[in-house]
């Protein structure tokens, strides 16, 4: 496609429940990114992908938190058992190059808006 | 560890006005330095990056020079405009570390309106 998309592009769920949030970056870009945005706060890292494996996985808050990418395409970050702090915007990004290449630039996506209530 | 501090916001600006959003970083490596911004309903875009010391970034009539000395990456524009409002995120990307690979380190963003 044109851009990154993912979805959907807002989830409300209950607390406690599992969500599963979809990201589908530009088309060739080998690198995956995954953030989150709280409201009123900077972008935080959780996850990096290069192709389906995920040699940075830092940023991921708990174990409730975990991620996959297939066909060194589509990404799906699931939040178990989700709690209230976890409502926030989760952002996917996607670079064509490996991480580390000097004019690596990240394109985002819209971002999916989480309310967990 | 890598941090970016911007100038807090919100900032409010006459249009044609002169602006300047602050941004100061720290980081371990040499990073590469990048100015996003978000538009009201839109998702991030790239404004402008500069990867090495002295160079400039440029686009849309805005304008931000990295400065080694100073851990500086201001954002500027001479004359703003309604469309300009958004909010500006700074941000690093850290090459020197060996586990960075890349992420980026946002500052936490500085709202920008401007009036008619």
């Known amino acids: 496609g044109a851009g990154v998309s993912q979805s959907p592009s807002n989830k409300v769920t209950e607390k406690g429940k599992d969500v599963e949030l979809r990201c589908d970056p530009i088309?060739?870009?080998?690198?995956l990114y995954w953030y989150r945005q709280r409201l009123g706060q900077g972008l935080e890292f959780l996850i990096y992908?290069?192709?389906?494996?995920?040699?940075?996985k830092s940023g991921l808050p708990s174990d409730r938190f975990s991620a996959e990418r297939t066909g060194e395409s589509v990404s799906t970050l699931t939040i178990q058992r989700t709690q209230q702090e976890d409502s926030a915007v989760y952002l996917c990004?996607?670079?064509?190059?490996?991480?580390?290449?000097?004019?690596?630039?990240?394109?985002f996506g819209p971002g999916t808006r989480l309310l967990v209530l | 560890g890598n941090s970016v501090t911007q100038m807090e916001g919100p900032v409010t600006l006459s249009e044609e006005a002169f602006l300047t959003i602050n941004c100061t970083y720290t980081?371990?490596?040499?990073?590469?330095l990048f100015w996003y911004v978000q538009y009201p309903g839109e998702g991030l875009q790239l404004l402008l990056k500069?990867?090495?010391?002295?160079d400039k970034g440029s686009n849309k009539g805005f304008e931000a020079t990295y400065r080694k000395e100073t851990t500086s990456f201001h954002l500027e524009k001479g004359s703003v405009q309604v469309s300009d409002s958004a909010v500006y995120f700074c941000?690093?990307?850290?090459?020197?570390?060996?586990?960075?690979?890349?992420?980026?380190?946002f500052g936490q963003g500085t709202i920008l309106t401007v009036h008619p």
């Open positions: 500069a990867t090495k010391a002295d």
């Open positions: 088309s060739g870009h080998t690198a």
């Open positions: 980081a371990t490596g040499y990073p590469s």
């Open positions: 941000a690093l990307s850290d090459l020197a570390g060996g586990t960075s690979y890349g992420k980026l380190t």
């Open positions: 992908f290069q192709g389906n494996s995920a040699p940075d």
């Open positions: 990004a996607s670079s064509l190059r490996p991480a580390g290449t000097p004019q690596e630039t990240q394109y």
